[in-house]
Nanobody, 126 residues
Framework: QVQLVESGGGLVQPGGSLRLSCAAS????????IGWFRQAPGKEREGVSC????????YYTDSVKGRFTISRDNAKNTVYLQMNSLKPEDTADYYC???????????????????WGQGTQVTVSS
């Protein structure tokens, strides 16, 4: 059974950093695309970053490029999202998701994912 558990959210001041973790169980990371998504109140869920299953290429939405970094630790079966230079507009619930069939840049599309974690809240405020 595929399970995803996010952690690492919290309250941080603008310009600060957080590292989100997505602990996976029930599957091997190499066989799945993993994505990070976020949803702010009153807004649609958007793809933040993802890592493809085949060549581990990483993708980012434009608003986080140069600030966020996705990485994976296969030994720990965990995917991370390092978030630096955080802005108030990064405030949202963050979710990780996994999908066995998604390839390439499509991994930023939330509708393609079958498995989701419960989310972790990130608040950027002074």
């Amino acid at each position: 059974q595929v399970q995803l558990v996010e952690s690492g959210g919290g309250l941080v001041q603008p310009g600060g950093s957080l590292r989100l973790s997505c602990a996976a169980s029930g599957f091997t990371l190499d066989d799945y695309a993993i994505g990070w998504f976020r949803q702010a109140p009153g807004k649609e869920r958007e793809g933040v970053s993802c890592i493809s299953k085949s060549d581990r290429t990483t993708y980012y939405t434009d608003s986080v490029k140069g600030r966020f970094t996705i990485s994976r630790d296969n030994a720990k079966n965990t995917v991370y999202l390092q978030m630096n230079s955080l802005k108030p507009e990064d405030t949202a619930d963050y979710y990780c998701a996994a999908d066995r069939w998604t390839v390439g840049a499509s991994c930023l599309k939330s509708r393609l994912y079958d498995h989701w974690g419960q989310g972790t809240q990130v608040t950027v405020s002074s």
